[in-house]
């Protein structure tokens, strides 16, 4: 971490407190590059990458009147997208052997301060409020997709859904998610991605 950035990275987080978009745009561009290096590196998948990277600052944003509290945000960055993926993988390791490889490999670590189990459970809540407002073969996708880690293609295969539909659901439910859980309006998390990953 820069010395400048550190000197200012607490007003970032009051000004993201806020609401500041530009704020939140400053803190992204500052940590993405190191979180998505790392969580290509345990998942080896670009797409699933993008994905991680996505839902870790979509938490982020929705927790942002809290992050002060955490002594060391931008680590507590690194928890969440670490896990995220460690997440992921467990759910890919369907053999024993492979599940062992996995922990031998990356042992589980979490952040274990009150503070941020309290913002995890907040989100976590949220999120779940959020999904109850949804049909229910919206939830059911979704959950599928996120919480079992299948691809677009076994979703398709289980639920008889074609892949354009599952993906037209999967982006309908990540809008109403945003909007729930008051991502920014001007500044999404998509355009803050699409100009990290085509600059």
Not at 109 to 120: F, K, L, R, Y
Not at 142 to 171: A, C, D, F, P, W
């Amino acid at each position: 971490m820069t010395e400048s950035f550190q000197h200012n990275e607490k007003e970032l987080l009051r000004l993201m407190a806020a609401g500041d978009e530009a704020a939140f745009r400053r803190f992204f561009d500052h940590y993405a590059p190191s979180i998505f290096t790392l969580v290509e590196r345990l998942t080896r998948s670009r797409p699933d990458t993008e994905e991680i990277l996505q839902d870790t600052f979509m938490k982020i944003w929705s927790m942002r009147e809290k992050l002060a509290d955490i002594g060391q945000p931008g680590h507590y960055c690194y928890v969440i997208a670490r896990n995220m993926a460690m997440d992921r993988l467990r759910k890919f390791a369907r053999e024993k052997t492979l599940q062992n490889s996995i922990r031998e490999m990356f042992p589980q670590s979490h952040d274990h301060s009150a503070e941020a189990a309290m913002i995890s459970r907040d989100y976590q809540l949220r999120l779940n409020e959020a999904l109850q407002q949804l049909p229910p073969k919206q939830q059911e996708v979704y959950r599928m997709s996120r919480e079992n880690g299948l691809s677009h293609e076994e979703i398709s295969e289980q639920t008889g859904l074609s892949k354009s539909r599952i993906n037209n659901i999967l982006v309908a439910v990540l809008k109403h998610i945003k909007s729930r859980l008051g991502l920014p309006s001007g500044l999404t998390i998509l355009g803050a991605m699409a100009h990290f990953f085509h600059r």
